[in-house]
């Protein structure tokens, strides 16, 4: 299978839904880039470089920058769902949700139900999450969280280039409004995608590594990290499952419980700050259903309740680092 | 309005202090000595120092994501700024907010802004400070051509008519947002005309040159200060550098990047003051001089100073006292 990277993945899908499906339209600031300019338009692709090519292989009718403006780019996008497109509309970056919040959480979310089921609203917002770029308190936070508690909204954490591809393409072809949450530090992650369409369900968790001891659930940028730690930990005898359920909503609950089931013990890895979390919702989701279950109390490992810091020392120390995700791990373990 | 010997040398020293400024940010950024990204003012000194030369530490402006001409021309202290920028512990936000997120209350200097369009709903709040404690005072949002296409920045307008405030709205028209030219982005005929829509006054000037900047500000100024409501100035200028260090800015051919740097604010400036028998060459020397000295100690001070300790200040000032 060709290797190919996280952001190639999710290039790689957009073009692909494109191509099969004259409904689907791209919709977002500089997506294309160099409107109006001196020079050509097209060379942008996005500030990641996640839609290159597509304005060249689509054109302007279909690939539409806008002017910054947040609300209406969103509400726009839900508007053009009701009414029969399947936009696939960009948020720069998540933090830029403060501006147009209400458009996906008032609006977009609530339309079908509102609507007595009458409304299908099929666009797709994706956006480009997480700490580490020393890019500060509005530029480098989650917020799935956020996301996940609107009923009606689903929202999708890739962790992988292959989940990439197909959950974008399952989002795209989804009925309903979904929140695509790109992390920005696994854009370079390379791994193998297969070059035709697939789909990769959502609420399905992927299971990256069996393991009898503890259960490691971890969302996005959190998987190769949780990994690493149960791979070093496998070699001194703690034998981690790791789970990665892909997407927070809908949340493959069951694929926990059962892990849970077997190994007792439980870690859940969420770059969020702690509180209403990922984290504190699976802790909470396995506390009421699997009480009998658990041998150990639950360990959550998140960010502090602080916004995200600038300096490289305070962000290394706010982002859940392998230490700390094994320093719980073994204190899970060993708890009697 | 004739400005005085020593307006004018600090006029030029703030211009040159900004260049020389963003010249090392630029320097020090591609030695991997500021982490995160800066986005900087190059080219645009003239608007950030005409705007804020009549203004006191106890007026106030919001700035954007370009913000570090706004705060020197705001008076705030380079050394301060360079470490913030380079993420260390004496910065004026302790490290915590960096390039996009310098502050300075104390010098009525409310935020660098990493939102677009932030500001000046910000702004309308503090002119309505201004206007309930009858300071006399005013506040000024500076906003690009991109961030004037945010919705923040339409209610910002209409509600500063609305109530009066003296605030005032400084439109900094580069060209472009991010990568995308303002004739694409802005629908109406022009930014000024969109915004005398609202209901406020809105002068166009050339915001490569400092003294048409200024004399328009005193209007706004006289206008904000009489309690004549909100005013708006759309200052026409040019970034010499990409929306980021590092841009390769296939959007932008270098023949209009040329045409941009012929219009350079501070040679202009300097032509201008010696030519009319103002200042002498002598005089604009010594001022480079000190400010290279005082932007070459900054840097010193910057790369010698320690980083922030996490187990001291990661969880401090969340809240008034954190629990
Ligand atoms: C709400 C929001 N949307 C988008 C961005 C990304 N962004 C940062 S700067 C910028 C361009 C702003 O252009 P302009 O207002 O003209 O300011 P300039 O960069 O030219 O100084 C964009 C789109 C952001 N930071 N915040
Ligand atoms: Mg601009």
Redesign the interface.
């Known amino acids: 299978m060709p290797k190919k990277t996280y952001l190639q993945a999710i290039n790689e899908a957009v073009r692909s839904e494109m191509k099969r499906d004259p409904r689907v339209i791209v919709i977002g ?2 997506v294309a ?9 097209g ?2 692709g996005s ?1 990641f470089g996640q839609m290159k090519g597509i304005y060249g292989e689509f054109g302007p009718e279909r690939v539409i ?8 780019i969103i509400g726009a996008a839900a508007g053009a769902a009701l009414t029969g497109l399947r936009p696939v509309a960009e948020l720069m970056f998540v ?2 949700v ?2 147009c919040f209400d458009q996906i959480y008032n609006q977009a979310a609530k339309f079908r139900y509102m609507f007595g089921g009458h409304a299908t609203t099929p666009m797709v917002i994706r956006t480009a999450a997480g700490a580490g ?7 480098s936070q989650t917020l799935h969280p956020l996301f996940t508690m609107v009923p009606g909204l689903k929202v999708v954490m890739p962790a992988n280039p292959y989940d990439a591809k197909g959950l974008l393409i399952e989002a795209i072809r989804d009925d309903d409004p979904v929140i695509f949450v790109e992390s920005k530090f696994l854009y370079g992650m390379e791994g193998e995608v297969p070059d035709e369409s697939y789909r990769v369900p959502f609420g399905e968790a992927n299971v990256l590594r069996e393991g009898e001891d503890l259960t490691i659930v971890a969302f996005g940028a959190m998987v190769p990290r949780a990994l690493q730690v149960a791979n070093a930990l496998a070699k001194e005898g703690v034998d981690c499952e790791v789970i990665d359920p892909r997407t927070t909503s809908p949340l493959d609950q069951q694929t926990i419980l059962e892990s849970v089931e077997r190994t007792g013990r439980l870690v859940v890895v969420d770059e969020s700050p702690p509180r209403c979390s990922l984290a504190a919702d699976v802790a909470s989701i396995v506390a009421e259903q699997g009480f009998r279950l658990l041998r150990a109390p639950i360990r959550k490992v998140t960010c ?4 995200v ?6 962000e ?3 982002m859940p680092s392998p230490a700390r995700i094994e320093e719980a791990v073994r204190a899970t373990v060993g708890f009697n | 309005m004739q400005l005085s010997q020593d307006e004018l040398k600090r006029a030029y020293r703030r211009m040159y202090m900004i260049r020389t400024f963003e010249e090392r940010v630029v320097k020090e950024s591609e030695q991997g000595n500021i ?3 800066a986005h900087v003012y190059l080219g645009q000194e003239a608007s950030a120092v005409g705007v804020c030369h009549d203004l006191t530490d106890e007026d106030y402006i919001g700035s954007t994501h370009r913000g570090h001409g706004h705060c020197i021309a705001k008076g705030v202290d380079v050394r301060g700024m360079m470490l913030e920028i380079m ?3 004496d910065g004026l ?1 302790g ?7 310098i502050a300075d209350l104390k010098k009525g200097m409310l935020g660098a ?5 932030g500001a000046p709903p910000i702004a309308v709040g503090a002119a309505l400070t201004q206007k309930y404690l009858k300071t006399g005072r005013v506040a000024v949002a500076f906003t690009g051509d ?2 004037s ?4 920045v339409f209610e910002a307008l209409n509600m500063a008519v609305v109530l009066k405030v003296p605030a005032i709205f400084v439109f900094e028209n580069n060209g ?12 109406a005929p022009s930014i000024a005309e969109r915004v005398r829509g609202f209901g406020l006054p809105c002068e166009v000037a050339d915001g490569m040159d400092f003294f048409a900047v200024h004399e328009a500000m005193r209007r706004a100024l006289e206008h904000a200060r009489g309690g004549n409501g909100p005013y708006a100035l759309e200052l026409i200028s040019h970034r010499f550098l990409g929306h980021f260090i590092g841009d390769p ?5 270098p ?2 990047l040329e045409a941009a740097r012929a219009q350079d604010p501070i040679p202009k400036f300097r032509r201008r003051v010696v030519d009319a028998g103002l200042l002498q060459d002598a005089d604009l020397d010594l001022i480079e001089r000190e400010v290279e000295a005082e932007v070459e100690a900054a840097v010193q001070a910057g790369l010698a100073a320690p ?4 187990a001291k ?3 401090t000032d ?1 809240y008034k006292t954190y629990a």
């Open positions: 600031e500089d880039g160099g409107q109006g300019g001196s020079g050509e338009p060379g942008v500030v920058d806008t002017p910054i403006s947040e609300s209406a933090d830029f403060g501006v770029f020393r890019g500060a308190a509005q530029h502090p309740h602080t916004p810091p600038f300096a490289p020392q305070l290394d120390a706010y | 982490p995160g990204f993420a260390k512990a936000c490290g915590k907010g960096g390039s996009m997120h802004n990493a939102i677009v369009g991109g961030a296409n945010q919705g923040t472009y947002g991010e990568h995308t030219h303002v004739s694409y982005a802005c629908g800015q296939a959007y932008r051919l023949h209009e980083p922030p300790d996490p200040s990661l969880t969340v």
